[in-house]
Nanobody
Framework: EVQLVESGGGLVQPGGSLRLSCAAS????????MSWFRQAPGKEREGVAA???????RYADSVKGRFTISKDNAQNTLYLQMNSLKPEDTATYYC???????????????????WGQGTQVTVSS
């Protein structure tokens, strides 16, 4: 059974940092495309950062230069380092996985078969 478990969310002041983790199990982690999505209240779920099985990385324009996605294949864990956080980054952050997604479709949530339960990130003073 595929499981994705996010952690690391919380309350942080503007300009602060957080690191999210996604512990994966039940599949061959190194062969899957992995992504972070987020959903703010009243908004659509949007792609934030993605990393392919080959290690190619893609970011949404809104987080470029501030967020860094990485993965540890030995630990079956996906990370999202978030720096210079802004109030508009407030959302529930989800980890997603799928064995085969085309590069141009990495931020299409319909392409992913597996999702975590989400972790809340709140950026506020």
């Amino acid at each position: 059974e595929v499981q994705l478990v996010e952690s690391g969310g919380g309350l942080v002041q503007p300009g602060g940092s957080l690191r999210l983790s996604c512990a994966a199990s039940g599949f061959t982690f190194s062969t899957y495309a992995m992504s972070w999505f987020r959903q703010a209240p009243g908004k659509e779920r949007e792609g934030v950062a993605a990393i392919t099985s080959e290690g190619r990385i893609r970011y949404a324009d809104s987080v470029k230069g501030r967020f860094t996605i990485s993965k540890d294949n030995a630990q079956n864990t996906l990370y999202l380092q978030m720096n210079s956080l802004k109030p508009e980054d407030t959302a529930t952050y989800y980890c997603a996985a799928d064995p085969r997604i085309a590069w141009l479709l990495l931020f299409y949530r319909s392409q992913y078969n597996y999702w975590g339960q989400g972790t809340q990130v709140t950026v506020s003073s």
